[in-house]
Each structure stands twice: as C-alpha cells, then as structure tokens.
T-cell receptor, first 114, second 109 residues
Framework: ETGVTQSPTHLIKTRGQQVTLRCSSQ?????VSWYQQALGQGPQFIFQ???????GRGNFPPRFSGLQFPNYSSELNVNALELDDSALYLC?????????????FGPGTRLTVT | GESVGLHLPTLSVQEGDNSIINCAYS??????FIWYKQESGKGPQFIID?????DKRQGQRVTVLLNKTVKHLSLQIAATQPGDSAVYFC????????FGSGTQLTVLP
C-alpha cells in the first residue's frame, strides 16, 4: 500500500451540484496529480499541483479546479456536476514535478452523479 | 488522440504459465514508460518502469521489453499466479502520465 489517502471513498451527487474530493500525499512528496478514470478506461490526467501552484492541466473544463495546501495535501473541486463526471477519481503523489518521477496512487474516490 | 494503447482488452492464462501483455505508443520522443497493475477497487500500483536508453529491464517475476523501432513495449510475467489477476496499464510519463486503455488479465486454475 502507498501512503496516499483519499476521502471520501464513495460519493453520490445530483447533476448540477458541486463536489470536493480530498487527497493526502505520501510523506515527503510535494507534487500531487489528479486523474479521472471512467469505467473500463485508463486514468485521464486532470491537473497537477507542485508547491501549491498548478503545474499542468489536461483536457478538462474550468469547472474542474484544485488546490494544494502547505502540507501538500490537495483538493479537487468539480462544479455543475454532469452525469459524465461519474468516475473513479485518483490522486497520485510524487517527490517532485516533471518527467521520470514515479507517482504513487491513492485508492480513489468513486463519484456517482445521478 | 490516444498516444499509448494496449493490444488486447483481455487475456486469460493458466496458472504457472507466462503472460505477455503488449502496448504500443505513438510518440517517438517518449522516453519513460511505466507498467501499472490495478486490482478491483484499488488505485494503480507501480510494477516496473523503463527508460528509452534501455531495451529490457527485469524485476521480480516481471520483465519489460522496449522496442523503439516499432514503438512497442511488453510486460512479461513469469509463472503467473492467481494474485496477478488484475487490469494492467502501460503509461508514458512526459510531465504527466498518459495511460493506455488496459488489459484485464485473468489467471485460470
């Protein structure tokens, strides 16, 4: 098991609502990346935070936003939820941003939008 | 479009046999690849990685082969065990991880 934790484990929301997902990175890691994994698909990169600043973003609309805190934990916020936002949301932490760094994944938060 | 992809969505092998999972990529500039294993209800777990200056790398019961000429990599699992049943992803790491769609490996008794 990695030292990355995520909360909550499962969540059910209604279309149009807002949601906040949380991630605690592995000790000593200063970079957190968020991924969306739809059923039967590979994880898709949402964005990365390095030392509290966004450090790269995938092809996701602005209603997906994030924060990283001084202790390097992170939040993913999604506004105006849509049915297609139903997925497993994964965070991964690493020692530093950039290439060639192993990323350690948490267990994910399963979001269901009805 | 997708820059990494797996050849087969499912693979079934007998316990004790060797497994080979294949992956293709399109970006010839990719220089770092990782194989992940994802069990049901869990996040992806690092298995093994390889950099573009290598053709082969071995771990415990696993070997990754990289063929840069045809932009192909494979994961070989020796003496496959029931605990190896999972979805396997190859990913390229260029600032962020780009995953393929995964191969579901089922180990038959």
């Amino acid at each position: 098991e990695t030292g990355v934790t995520q909360s909550p484990t499962h969540l059910i929301k209604t279309r149009g609502q807002q949601v906040t997902l949380r991630c605690s990175s592995q000790s000593g890691h200063n970079t957190v990346s968020w991924y969306q994994q739809a059923l039967g698909q590979g994880p898709q990169f949402i964005f990365q935070y390095y030392r509290e600043e966004e450090n790269g973003r995938g092809n996701f609309p602005p209603r997906f936003s994030g924060l990283q805190f001084p202790n390097y934990s992170s939040e993913l916020n999604v506004n105006a939820l849509e049915l297609d936002d139903s997925a497993l949301y994964l965070c991964a932490s690493s020692f530093r941003a950039g290439t060639s760094e192993e990323q350690y994944f948490g267990p994910g938060t399963r979001l269901t939008v009805t | 479009g997708e820059s990494v992809g797996l050849h087969l969505p499912t693979l079934s092998v007998q316990e004790g046999d060797n497994s080979i999972i294949n992956c293709a990529y399109s970006n010839s500039a990719s220089d770092y690849f990782i194989w992940y294993k994802q069990e049901s209800g869990k996040g992806p777990q690092f298995i093994i990685d390889i950099r573009s200056n290598m053709d082969k790398r071995q771990g415990q019961r696993v070997t990754v082969l990289l063929n840069k000429t045809v932009k192909h990599l494979s994961l070989q699992i020796a003496a496959t065990q029931p605990g190896d049943s999972a979805v396997y992803f190859c990913a390229e790491n260029a600032r962020q991880l780009t995953f393929g769609s995964g191969t579901q490996l089922t180990v038959l008794p």
